[in-house]
């Protein structure tokens, strides 16, 4: 059936309201195979959702087109669509691999049903790889295909279920987050100040006998009474009846449904009463529970942004102006998100670096506890990388910057603590969804007890089945796993451990061994080359000059100890990395290989001592040998102690020659490791492991550990890892400390005990409380109390992982014999 043309509708109206539709606009509906156009990304969101919930007879049967609101109310149709412009999205969208992704601030987030909302919402578009709420700073990050999908229409989505969204910028969100404690601060106090008065009017009526106060008094108690909750409920409230009709509007039952029945329904009922003559009047039950609910939000809105408060330190540690050294020496002050790379800026004591980079002069100690959690100073001199937002405490520096404004690392770090949220453990997923339909198990429940109570007593059915509304919203139930998480999130990050994937928490507290690469990892990552051995006609500053051209191309950490060696006028060309081997390039014409001894030469010889010996070859000829030190990291014994007395399985896996493999592992206290190891070895190996049902955690650092640390259940990569290994990782060790793994394993413990704790306690109190308020036992103002007091517990039962304290490490015991895997 073909749709009947809209009387008056020009002929490139928009098909769903009737607007005039822009030149070359893209947007477009299918209905019965023909495309309609449309105006703007919000009308095609909206004409999806209709047409997509089985409603298109709507377009085909409708007499007129919908009425407009206010123009002045709704953002014009470009207000969305500019945000699909390249140059707009350089500023606040990021690559990712084939989709792009972005933070955004969202207005309008409450409680945990907004999130599964938005991300329930959000997840059904075509091309949205990833979407993720975190709760506390009320963020959004969002992943897509560009091919597929635009940004403009992720907004307008959103716009459409009632929640604006705009990239997020610190200072901005800070201030819309403080406009919005300050309004819930005020609707808490109107209802406080209500309440009080309200339950002066009404202890006369209930402690007086009958006939005691006159008709007259009765009349007067109770519209002052009404006069002073009317404006709790139209304002005070008003935050439950708006989330309850957008959940209606989008057909996602959420807590606030049953609350905003509960509350209208009991001001009209009273109100009504008051008209009739009755006494059934509870004015004061309506400001009592209102007043109640808003103070447990409140007081739980509260905590859950102190726990992740570090977040929006770190989001704003950049300082806004730096001073920039022009070419000609003179300075100048600018703000540091208009710095770019290459440039200089002069840091002076007390101020913040304003971008990460290079000192070129000067010496000082930097604070860089923001970032590391580690409060003591750290000393750094010319030729040494400073991270940006690091405080400077002694003497002038000169920087030139490397990584300015969003590449900054922590910028980056911001990034993954979003991402963090992308993913859900395996238990907050169960509580997401049984929170959902708890909602409607509840209202249908709900209508049980209003039938029967209308059997039994009439007079009291209506309060009775407010009763069960209330004791029984969810509140508790979907608090339990989000406030938890972000706790322990929280207590991890102050201690130097980044989480990049939620999940990971679950991860570490399901481990059963820790496998640790060597090099950078159970060593300082700060290698020296201690002897240079010449074989044959060569010298050992010719053959040091040779290395440190074909290592300039590396990463690795044994690139840095041939950085003294380098030299601008050698240059090595067509280098290439064989993980776990070495390297080959060719300079000056000939062909060079640098690394184990089977790599670089079919002719090598016996390595001329125990420790770490590398290979130059020539053409496939030995040119001389390099004796490599890397220290023990000084905490690498108590750590593997640590992991020890917690009951976990430690293994050493390294590509380095089995006999340096052996001395380190016997050193550190490991009595299972395995050498020359590359990097298809270490996958298989630690396929093995999964397979007999062990839960892996992989600890690397470069390059070679990249495929074993995606494989393992849960990876972490060392604070000086490469960055390909730090976007495969699950977390991130800010810290130069290694204890702390051992400490992030006692948190995501910590976490998932305190989560059961919290689901357990959800259970038993609803399951509890419906029977005892479908009895009539409990009033509504109890109700109120005791939904609030429930909600309490459960925040402060996951607060509780902020201030707990670890435990010290145990004395290490004597090493073990050592054996090979």
Known sequence: MSHPEVEGAPVEACYHCGS?????????????EQAHPLCCPGCEAVAHAIVEGGLSSYYRFRTELPERPDERQLPPSETWAVFDDPALQRDFVHPQGEWLSTTLSVEGITCAACAWLIEHRLNALEGLEESAVNLSHHRLRVAWDPTRLRLSRILAE????????????????????????????????????????????????????????????????HWLSFALATPVVGFSALPFFRNALRDLRTHLLGMDVSVAIAIGGAYLASAYAMLVGSDEVYFDSVTMFTFFLLFGRYVETRARRRSGHSGNQLAGVLPLSAIRLEADGSERILPASRLGEGERVLVKPGHGVPADGIIEQGRSSLDESMLTGEYQPVTRGVGEAVTGGSQNIESPLVVRVTHPGQAARVARIVDLTDRAFASRPRIALLAQRAAHHFVLTTLLITLGVAVAWWLIDPDRAFWVTLSVLVVTCPCALALATPTALTAGHGQLRRRGVLMTRADAVEGLSQATRVVFDKTGTLTQGAMRLVETRPLGDADETTARRLAAALEAHSEHPIARAFGPYREATLQARQVTSHPGQGLEGTIEGRHYRLGTPDFASPQAPAAPGEGQWLLLARDGEPLAWFALHDGLREDAVATIAALRAQGLAVELLSG???????????????????????????????????????????????????????????????????????????????????????????IARATRRIIRQNLIWSVIYNFTALPIAALGIVPPWVAALGMSASSLVVVGNALRLGRMRLDAPPTPSPAPRVEPA
Do not use: C
């Not at 990239?167 to 209500?194: G, S, T």
């Not at 009080?196 to 007067?220: C, K, N, R, T, W």
């Open 20 to 32: 005039r539709v822009p030149e070359g606009a893209p947007w477009r509906i299918r209905i019965d």
């Open 158 to 221: 959103l716009a459409a279920i009632g929640y604006g969204a705009q990239p997020y910028e610190p200072d901005e969100a800070q201030r819309r987050l403080h406009h919005e404690e300050r309004m819930n601060v005020r609707r808490l106090i109107v209802a406080a100040v209500a309440m009080m008065q309200v339950m002066m009017f009404s202890v006369p009526l209930y402690i007086s006998d009958p006939g005691e106060l006159s008709d007259g008094f009765h009349a007067l108690f």
């Open 656 to 746: 380095d020659r089995p006999e340096a493999v052996a001395e380190l592992a016997a050193r550190a206290g490991i009595d299972t490791w395995r050498g020359g190891a590359g990097p298809e070895t270490k996958l298989e190996h630690l396929r093995e492991l999964q397979a007999g049902g062990e839960t892996v955690v992989m600890i690397g650092d470069g390059i070679n550990d990249v495929p074993v640390l995606a494989g393992a259940d849960v990876s972490i990569a060392m604070n000086g890892a490469t960055d390909l290994a730090r976007t495969r990782a699950d977390a991130i060790l800010l810290s130069p400390r290694l204890l702390r793994i051992a400490e992030a394993i006692t």
